[in-house]
């Protein structure tokens, strides 16, 4: 059974950097037929799609994010993470990492999610 | 950036019903649709994709359909564990993926 597992600080200040680390149980991050993806929710709000990471390092992200973002990857540890500089209000969320079938591009499954809050 | 909208936003429905939750896309997108399900304090938990085939472990009271830009996802016999918000979401043309505002059941 996959399971992906969110850690990392849950309060951040403004203009600092945002960082959540995903670990990945019951498979590899190195399977080459899956990307590893970061999504967002805002409380009470819709999903937000940020950026996935290949096991290679090559990453993929959204336009939205791509001068403030970096996702990672860290295979020796089974591991992918998100840095998100630059912080504000605006990005107090959930935030979820996901697996995406590399020849699909559906999630499956998902992290059980981080509240991170941008406060001073 | 592909747009998708659901309606209705909320949807009250008793249980034993049978509804139908509507997304549609800004363009086609052929059948690369996506449906998820998220309960209060969960993560989203994939139903459908493909337009219309089910995830693992998914009963076959949910079903999706559509193609192009115009998708339903058809749940019949509510009972109390179907109330909760359903999103669908696109990966037709990306970056980025991009996911409806979700449509919610309620009881009615």
């Known amino acids: 059974q996959v399971q992906l597992q969110e850690s990392g600080p849950r309060l951040v200040k403004p203009s600092q950097t945002l960082s959540l680390t995903c670990t990945v149980s019951?498979?590899?991050?190195?399977?080459?037929?899956?990307?590893w993806s970061w999504i967002r929710q805002h409380p009470g709000k819709g999903l937000e799609w940020i950026g996935y990471?290949?096991?290679?390092?090559?990453?993929y992200y959204n336009p939205s994010f791509k001068s403030r973002l970096n996702i990672s990857v860290d295979t020796s540890k089974n591991q992918f993470s998100l840095r998100l500089n630059s912080v504000t209000a605006a990005d107090t969320a959930v935030y979820y990492c996901?697996?995406?079938?590399?020849?699909?591009?559906?999630?499956?499954?998902w992290g059980q999610g981080a509240l991170v809050t941008v406060s001073s | 950036e592909i747009m998708m909208t659901q309606s209705p936003d909320t949807l009250s429905v008793s249980p034993g019903e049978r509804v139908t939750l509507s997304c549609r896309a800004s363009?086609?997108?052929?059948?690369?649709l996506a449906w998820y399900q998220q309960k209060p304090g969960q993560a989203p938990r994939l139903l459908i994709y493909?337009?219309?085939t089910r995830a693992t472990g998914i009963p076959a009271k949910f079903s999706g359909s559509g193609s192009g830009t115009e998708f339903t996802l058809t749940i019949s016999s509510l009972q109390s564990e179907d109330f909760a918000v359903y999103y669908c979401?696109?990966?037709?043309?990306?970056?980025?993926?991009?996911f409806g505002q979700g449509t919610k059941l309620d009881v009615k």
């Open positions: 996901a697996r995406d079938l590399r020849h699909g591009n559906w999630f499956d499954p």
């Open positions: 019951g498979d590899s991050v190195t399977t080459g037929d899956y990307y």
């Open positions: 990471v290949y096991y290679t390092g090559g990453t």
């Open positions: 363009q086609s997108i052929s059948s690369n």
């Open positions: 493909g337009a219309s």
């Open positions: 979401q696109q990966y037709d043309n990306w970056p980025p993926y991009t």
